[in-house]
């Protein structure tokens, strides 16, 4: 179909069954209308008359497992209903050209961009190029392209926007010149090998792969380079609860030592012991060291190792208590996470400027708030800044919300849904 006919089968009411799955029954109008405008951009860009299919890619919420898979931890992460979404036509040629909303065209010629090239670290350019080469080294196809995207998963919100784009231009490879064929958690490591290799970003896979897969994931990083992933088939939002996340603001600038802090000093614990991680690490053994250890790293570097062994035992209970359906014993792990975060990982606030503690107040006000209820609340992501997540009731949604929009601000509390599905064709 061409960008009339798309708009045409979308207006028909041919897609509302898929909106309503991916999205959400009260959401297929607005879907509908946000597609429709992104057609309408991809034509005044390309051509009305390109064929083109339409790409949706989830954002990811991380539900336990605060700071572990850098050391080759455990984590539960989820894909929400906040996405990238494109539209994208194939080209005949080596070039890919993709305009997301507010930014600059990005043009890569996938034959000449093909090694990593360290002056464009950290740009959009490098993850496409990334991404063709990641392609061709596992011998699947690809060719050019031209995509507009829009996104609605906000940057700076811990949701993952950069892992969205990644797995996005893996999504049209796949659908495009693959017969949709390469599962989504090979894209995720394609993703992970781009980012890795020529954005120039020594990241985890926790993101991608969450972003990618859809519904809720448990993921064990013993083996980073094969780590074991298990959907757990839980709709959160069917048991009567919205994931609402909760942006505090506050300002990010020289945070880089605070996050960096956090897998250096764990890994400074595992060095002690000749391991390079503290998954390599038995923890009986770190408790027996622990005087020697303050001594040459300090208390917080053991209250973060520690931090690390108990979030993994805690990551299992979640992973066992969401496949029972267990809520209630669900939520309880949450709050010990969040807990865990606050005292041992230290990563709520940092100490160069204690004047600002959003996390902190934000935390306060969802105990005050939830206590008592069947809900949970915890730190989400980095931290130090930022964002904060909470399971709530639905009925209780509107109160908790108001209550959030007028100490931060409006509209910093986001009401989410998990969604189950991750990188999709549309169609």
């Known amino acids: 179909m061409n960008t009339i006919q798309m708009k045409g089968y979308i207006a028909s009411g041919a897609l509302d069954e898929k909106f309503a799955y991916v999205y959400g029954e009260g959401a297929v109008s607005f879907q509908k209308e946000r597609y429709t405008k992104a057609i309408d951009e991809f034509a005044k860009l390309y051509g009305e008359d390109r064929e083109v299919g339409l790409y949706s890619v989830a954002g990811r919420s991380e539900l336990s497992g605060n700071h572990t898979d850098h050391n080759h931890g455990c984590v539960v992460a989820a894909s929400i209903d906040l996405d990238i979404i494109a539209v994208a036509s194939k080209r005949e040629d080596s070039v890919i050209r993709i305009k997301s909303e507010g930014f600059p065209e990005d043009v890569v010629d996938f034959s000449v961009y093909n090694t990593p090239v360290k002056e464009k670290y950290g740009t959009s350019e490098s993850i496409i190029a990334g991404m063709c080469a990641?392609?061709?080294?596992?011998?699947?196809?690809?060719?050019?392209?031209?995509?507009?995207?829009?996104?609605?998963?906000?940057?700076?919100?811990?949701l993952s926007s950069s892992a969205a784009f990644e797995d996005m231009v893996g999504n049209i490879l796949n659908?495009?010149?693959?017969?949709?064929?390469?599962?989504?958690?090979?894209?995720?490591?394609?993703?992970?090998?781009?980012?890795?290799?020529?954005?120039?970003?020594?990241?985890?896979?926790?993101?991608q792969v969450a972003c990618a897969v859809g519904g809720i994931v448990a993921i064990d990083f013993a083996d980073p380079k094969q780590p074991e992933i298990e959907k757990v088939d839980l709709d959160i939002s069917a048991k009567g609860y919205n994931l609402c996340i909760v942006n505090t603001g506050g300002n990010?600038?020289?945070?880089?030592d605070d996050y960096a802090s956090v897998p250096s000093e764990m890994k400074a614990v595992a060095a002690h012991f000749g391991k390079s991680v503290l998954r390599e690490l038995d923890e009986n053994e770190l408790v027996r060291e622990i005087p020697v250890l303050r001594e040459k790293l300090g208390d917080r570097a053991i209250l973060r190792a520690l931090h690390f062994f108990n979030e993994n035992k805690r990551v299992a209970k979640q992973k066992a208590a969401l496949m029972e359906g267990d809520i209630d014993a669900f939520f309880s792990e949450v709050i010990a996470s969040g807990r865990s975060s606050f005292c041992y990982l230290q990563n709520v606030y940092t100490t160069k400027n204690l004047r600002e503690q959003g996390l902190s107040l934000a935390l306060c006000l969802a105990d005050g708030y939830l206590s008592g209820k069947s809900a949970a609340w915890r730190v989400h992501g980095g931290g130090f800044a930022g964002t904060i997540q909470a399971f709530v009731p639905m009925s209780e949604v509107e109160g908790f919300r108001a209550l959030m929009d007028s100490v931060f601000g409006e509209g910093k509390c986001i009401v989410l849904r998990i969604r189950p599905v991750g990188a999709t064709c549309i169609a």
């Open 175 to 207: 659908y495009i010149y693959n017969d949709g064929e390469v599962s989504n958690v090979e894209i995720a490591k394609l993703a992970q090998y781009a980012e890795n290799e020529f954005f120039g970003k020594p990241c985890g896979l926790m993101d």
């Open 134 to 158: 990641g392609f061709a080294k596992e011998s699947l196809k690809i060719g050019g392209f031209d995509a507009y995207t829009t996104s609605n998963v906000l940057k700076g919100s811990g």
């Open 252 to 256: 990010h600038a020289d945070l880089t």
